[in-house]
């Protein structure tokens, strides 16, 4: 059974960094890309960010380019997501989702139970 | 472009329910649409993907389609039961490298 299990999240204020992990299980992980995805409570999915499975390839949404950055350690079956010059717009729960393919874009197959962040001083 | 979803559906358990997903530029069929299903207080679950495909695990009561008439993809649940109500989102992509999710459709049963 495939498992997302999400890490790192928590209060942070404007303007600071932080560092979100997801820990993969139940499948290769190497085989597979990654996304992650942010929802505001109460509010819809936005897509973030997504990596290939070697980590060749790499891509953000506007929102968070040159702000975020997707990495991931197949040794250690960990997807990461580093988050800096962090404004009260990224407080959300984030996600972490695997993908059906080694490249994107694919479709999400699984979902972990994310993360929630709150930017505030 | 968007993906445009009706705010609410609703539907009796038994009946058929179908939520739209419509596409405001360019062609709907040149890119795979999925589905997710989020029930309350949950993580989002993926119920069609790749058009309509279902992952396992998934019952045969859900369906997707794509009308190219209306430019629309649809999520159809057929057989509804009380579990079925939850929000659901659409997804497509504009190109290769950037996601469009639709604003969600909350289905009561």
């Known amino acids: 059974e495939v498992q997302l299990l999400e890490s790192g999240g928590g209060l942070v204020q404007p303007g600071g960094s932080l560092r979100l992990s997801c820990a993969a299980s139940?499948?290769?992980?190497?085989?597979?890309?990654m996304s992650w995805v942010r929802q505001v409570p109460g509010k819809g999915l936005e897509w973030l960010s997504g990596?290939?499975?070697?980590?060749?390839?790499?891509y953000y949404a506007d929102s968070v380019k040159g702000r975020f950055t997707i990495s991931r350690d197949n040794s250690k079956n960990k997807l990461y997501l580093q988050m800096d010059s962090l404004g009260a717009e990224d407080t959300a729960v984030y996600f972490c989702?695997?993908?059906?393919?080694?490249?994107?874009?694919?479709?999400?197959?699984?979902w972990g139970q994310g993360t929630l962040v709150t930017v505030s001083s | 472009f968007m993906l445009t979803q009706p705010q609410s559906v609703s539907g009796s358990p038994g009946e058929t329910v179908t939520i739209s997903c419509t596409r405001s530029?360019?062609?709907?069929?040149?890119?795979?649409v999925q589905w997710f299903q989020q029930r309350p207080d949950s993580s989002p679950t993926t119920v069609i993907y790749?058009?309509?495909?279902?992952p396992s695990g998934v019952p045969d009561r859900f369906s997707g389609s794509i009308d190219t008439s209306s430019n629309s993809a649809s999520l159809t649940i057929s057989g509804l039961e009380t579990d079925d109500e939850a929000d659901y989102y659409c997804?497509?992509?504009?190109?290769?490298?950037?996601?469009?999710f639709g604003g969600g459709t909350k289905l009561t049963v």
């Open positions: 530029s360019g062609n709907i069929a040149s890119n795979f």
């Open positions: 989702a695997k993908l059906v393919a080694a490249g994107v874009p694919a479709a999400i197959d699984s």
């Open positions: 139940g499948f290769t992980f190497s085989n597979y890309a």
């Open positions: 990596v290939s499975k070697t980590s060749r390839n790499t």
């Open positions: 997804q497509s992509y504009d190109g290769s490298t950037r996601w469009i």
């Open positions: 790749e058009g309509s495909q279902r």
